[in-house]
């Protein structure tokens, strides 16, 4: 079983940054790709971004693009997600996930593992 433990949520102002870790207690698959969702009150998780095993494929949702970067350190089982420029429609829950495979996915059904979530409220 795998735990994934996510940190640096918190409060900021708009315009602000905020970066959030993701660390995996046990790697389960030879391989794996990771990725990052939100979800507010009263919507659907939201795909944010995705990092392919290797590192070298990102992917990121439209409401992030050129704002957010998500990197990985995979000696560390680790993966990041940089945030700057927050915007009030930000502020949501983040879950860090892992599914099986070198590619990330857009749907959340498609990951294997979550984190039991950061809140991140971004204030006007």
């Known amino acids: 079983q795998v735990q994934l433990v996510e940190s640096g949520g918190g409060l900021v102002q708009a315009g602000g940054s905020l970066r959030l870790s993701c660390a995996a207690s046990a790697r389960t698959f030879s391989s794996y790709a990771m990725g990052w969702f939100r979800q507010a009150p009263g919507k659907e998780r939201e795909f944010v971004a995705g990092?392919?095993?290797?590192?070298?494929?990102?992917y990121y949702g439209d409401a992030v693009k050129g704002r957010f970067t998500i990197s990985r350190d995979s000696a560390k089982d680790t993966e990041y997600l940089q945030m700057s420029s927050l915007k009030p429609e930000d502020t949501a829950v983040y879950y860090c996930a892992v599914r099986r495979g070198i590619t990330p996915a857009t749907l959340a059904g498609s990951y294997d593992y979550w984190g039991q979530g950061t809140q991140v409220t971004v204030s006007s």
């Open positions: 990092i392919s095993w290797s590192g070298g494929r990102t």
